[in-house]
């Protein structure tokens, strides 16, 4: 009898007992290809001695100490890494424990820099439906992802306003373009902003590739550009949510250059630490910490575990690492997407394949003309990610993917150090997980 809560009170889980590259080992000695990183956690793969070697020697100087009292050496240095890399602009680091610290801290930091300018009327911020931004009350109520939110609604803040995702494939108009159709989504922010007035708006925050609950699913050309453009019209911050796409996934260190835009602050996780150690960092614009500086000089939030000393020196490992892969990010994720539009585009149950570098989605569909989706009570995405587990792969199939409810999807988003044998292995294993979920539910 276990004491562990899990996530899924009846789920029989295997215990893990080791990693080797890309594959997970349990402790039979089953060995899982994990071409999701976990949740995109693991960019490294599962031996990355670099970075279990930095932390190593970390913790044998000193694991940590309070930020109230001091900096460290790791975290002047995986600040310096970082705003070297970041966007124009961008000029200081704030680290925290995960993504969803790390949008939190954006919320309110977009907050108390109005506060300190004297706009205190300053309070709401907009979000996108089909987004998701972190389970912490804050986060999840700026985030748009139905399903999630439903039970906790009561606990929401009022703050957060939603507008349209843009996914083109699903719902750009016939006869319209995708520029068009980009343009059309982008101008719901400045129709949000009227509405509540201008005067009341902190920030917007956005995904640049939306992850988990849509699968890879990247903005049209243009968007951005016009969404940075309206937020620079109403003086409203732009908060991009790069924990899951950050970090070298989509092939560019910071997903926002594939956009063409700068945001004012950026949330980064997960790649960030590798898996090896829990870190998340929000970078600012050297505007918004002055404002800060010049005023009250103190940032009315913070966590135990601020700029933790093990953590920033594994990232600063890790940043070396993903410097070193990113040629082979780009090249790979080129590879990877041609794979699977070779063994799934033509496949009656897939609709689209997309993303950037090595963060791809596949989106299911019950009628490719129509696009319409599966029934939601045969939980499509559920089987899938039973029956490829069962069979030695990891991917991160998730339904609701339209509306919270409605849409199935599997999102890949392997190691940076996957290889052509390791693409050729996911799609044959996909495959059969695919075929055999498609036949039980057929039959359910
Ligand atoms: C885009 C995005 N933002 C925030 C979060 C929350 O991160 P964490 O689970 O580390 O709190 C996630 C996690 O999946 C995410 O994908």
Sequence with gaps: MTHVFPRHTRAKLPTVAGGDGCYLIDTEGKRYLDACGGAAVSCLGHSAHAVTEAAKVQLDRVPYAHTSFFTSEPAERLADMLIAKAPEGIERAYFVSGGSEATESAIKLARQYYMERGEGSRRNVIARWQSYHGNTLGALAAGGNRWRRAQFEPLLTGAMHHIDPCHYWRWGEPGESPEEYGLRVANQLDNKIREIGPETVTAFIAEPVVGATMGAVPA???????????????????????????????????????????????????????????????????EIYRTIEEGTGFFQHGHTYLGHPTACAAGVAVVGEIERLLPHVREMGERLQSALEAAFGQHPAVGDIRGRGLFRGIELVADKETKAPFDPALGLAARIKKAAFANGLMVYPTGGTIDGRHGDHVLIAPPFIFEDAQISELVDKLSGALESSLKTAAAA
């Design 220 to 286: 049209v050309e243009g968007y951005f550009r016009r969404i940075r453009e309206i937020c620079d019209q109403h003086g409203v911050l732009l908060i991009l949510d790069e924990v899951m796409c950050g970090m070298g996934r989509t092939g560019y260190f910071f997903a926002c250059e594939a956009d063409g835009i700068a945001p004012d602050i950026v949330c980064i996780a997960k790649g960030l630490g590798a898996g090896v150690q829990p870190i998340g960092a929000m970078l600012c614009s050297g």
